[in-house]
Nanobody, 123 residues
């Protein structure tokens, strides 16, 4: 049973930083592509970032490229999303996901979702 539990969300001022974590269980991190999606109020869920099973390949949505960094810690079975230079438009519930490949996750081809963690960027 795949389980994903996000944490690290909260209130931050514009220009600030947050580090989201996703504790994974039920699989080993090198067996699945993992990623982050987000859903802002009144909008559909959108792709944020993904990291490959092996090889360290990462992809990012244009809106976050250069500001966000996705990474994983195999020893801790944890996925991370470091978010810097946060903007009000980054306000959303952020979801940890698994997928079969980085080639398809961007379009929403995910296999499992966490419950999400809320990030609010406001002064």
């Amino acid at each position: 049973q795949v389980q994903l539990v996000e944490s690290g969300g909260g209130l931050v001022q514009p220009g600030g930083s947050l580090r989201l974590s996703c504790a994974a269980s039920g699989f080993t991190l090198d067996h699945l592509t993992m990623g982050w999606f987000r859903q802002a109020p009144g909008k559909e869920r959108e792709f944020v970032a993904a990291i490959s099973k092996v090889g360290g390949v990462t992809i990012y949505a244009d809106a976050v490229k250069g500001r966000f960094t996705i990474s994983r810690d195999y020893a801790k079975s944890t996925l991370y999303l470091q978010m810097n230079s946060l903007k009000p438009e980054d306000t959303a519930v952020y979801y940890c996901t698994t997928a079969s490949s980085t080639s398809t996750i961007r379009a929403g081809a995910v296999d499992a979702w966490g419950q999400g963690t809320l990030v609010t960027v406001s002064s």
